[in-house]
């Protein structure tokens, strides 16, 4: 089979099914086609994941590779996440309080192995010693984000938040968790990743980040034109007569039967 | 509050240059060429993205054509930019040999890039609404004194 039609048949249609089945499992009332939305994007990242061997002849089957190797810590974090906030004090939706201690250690667990992936055996590697150069992409991008978000909550929490400095002090912790695990990228050498690709790549991440912020926002700024311009344009809706007396002098009688209360 | 998002990677600056005095390992040119990239593929996947909650927006009004034309427009002026910029020669060539590779990478490296941003994203908020959650919970009376 050619190469081009082989990428896009088992790399580029599941990467399509992906926000195809989330679509449809959103917009879709029905919990057998919401049902059939989730599998046909669950099915479409498995075949993602699964590009390397299937399509491994195609570059872009490195991001089905790093996808593969993330997955697991990823998916820990969040969940880990999930529950450490669930079983704290919620109005609705409260988990056991035993969920706590199951989060906390699969929260460390999925972040200590996105780390080990930096400076320990777990890099993401193509081939023997050939790091994905997707991973030099997402993780200081993902560290970097992390650090800038967490302070920015930190310093929002003691600003606007009515007591807050607890909670303060602990997103400052997390900011800067990140933030030194980013300058040990920069001055520490991982078995596979030294300290001057990772410099490089963590600028080519604040460009990235930059430009994505650019592209966005112009894009946004000319989708808010376009509404503008067809609102704009619109003719004037059709005027009603006014009220007559005899109208007024029943809406009158009505609110004043609705008004007002016991007197104390 | 934006000052202290844009805290780490001026810190970062900081330290970088005291320590090494100068940006010996950064390519301002590489850095240039992966802004200007990421701000082409951006804006035509987020045109993309809103050209389709459009579709839905005219649901409720009779499905008007203007501004799904305009949309369109917009759409395929990103495009033909991106093609456009990139066929200009290595100005914005990623190790990439034409412009239908340096596209098709830089729509993955999107992908990859908006993963990362989900992820943080997700952690961030995840974390705040966390250390908010583990509080004693708060009575928003205060009882006054007879």
């Known amino acids: 089979m050619d190469e081009m ?20 499992s959103q917009s879709s009332a029905a919990s057998f086609s919401s049902l059939r939305g989730r599998s046909l994007a669950f099915f479409g990242i498995i075949l993602i994941c699964l590009s390397p061997w299937t399509v491994p002849s195609s570059p872009s089957s490195a991001a089905g590779h790093l996808l593969g190797a993330i997955i697991g810590p990823c998916t820990m974090l969040i969940f880990g996440i999930y529950l450490i906030s669930f079983s704290g004090n919620v109005p609705v939706g409260k988990l056991p309080r035993s969920d706590r201690r199951i989060g906390v250690l699969m929260a460390i ?9 930096h400076w320990w055996i777990l890099t993401p590697q ?46 400052f912790i997390v900011s800067g968790l990140s933030f030194s695990l980013l300058l040990l990228g920069l001055y520490i050498d991982g078995p596979l990743v030294s300290g001057e690709e990772f410099r490089q790549h ?6 990235d980040l930059a430009g994505i912020a650019v592209g966005s926002l112009l894009s946004i700024l000319i989708f808010a034109l376009v509404i503008y311009g067809y609102e704009r344009n619109l003719a004037e809706p059709q005027s009603i007569s006014p009220p007559t007396d005899s109208e007024l002098k029943q809406v009158s009688k009505l609110i004043a039967t609705h008004i007002g209360g016991e007197q104390e | 509050m934006l000052l202290a998002f844009f805290l ?72 033909l930019a991106t093609v456009l910029f990139i066929g200009q020669g290595s100005m914005l060539l990623e190790n990439n040999g034409s412009v239908r590779a340096q596209a098709i990478y830089n729509i993955v490296h999107m992908f990859v890039s908006s993963g990362a941003i989900l992820m943080a994203v997700s952690v961030g908020v995840g974390v705040t609404f966390s250390a908010i959650t583990s509080q004693k919970p708060r009575s928003n009376f205060v009882l006054e004194e007879e």
């Open chain 1, 109 to 117: 667990v999925g972040f200590v192995w996105l780390a080990g992936m």
């Open chain 2, 8 to 79: 780490p990677p001026l810190l970062i600056l900081a330290i970088e240059m005291t320590l090494s005095g100068d940006f010996k390992d950064i390519d301002s040119g590489v850095s240039f060429t992966r802004f200007a990239n990421a701000t082409l593929t951006a804006y035509t996947l987020c045109s993309l993205f809103l050209l389709g909650n459009l579709f839905f927006y005219g649901e409720s009004r009779n499905r008007p054509l203007a501004p799904l034309v305009g949309m369109v427009v917009a759409t395929a002026l990103g495009v």
């Open chain 1, 202 to 207: 963590l600028w080519l991440a604040v460009a």
């Open chain 1, 126 to 171: 193509l081939s023997l010693n050939v790091v994905n150069p997707y991973w030099y992409v997402f993780w200081p991008t993902f560290l970097l984000l992390i650090s800038c978000l967490a302070s920015c909550s930190a310093v929002t929490l003691l600003m606007i938040g009515d007591q807050r400095k607890s909670e303060s002090n602990t997103m």
């Open chain 1, 5 to 24: 039609l082989q990428a896009f048949l088992l790399f580029w249609i599941p990467v399509s099914m992906v926000p195809l089945g989330l679509w449809h």
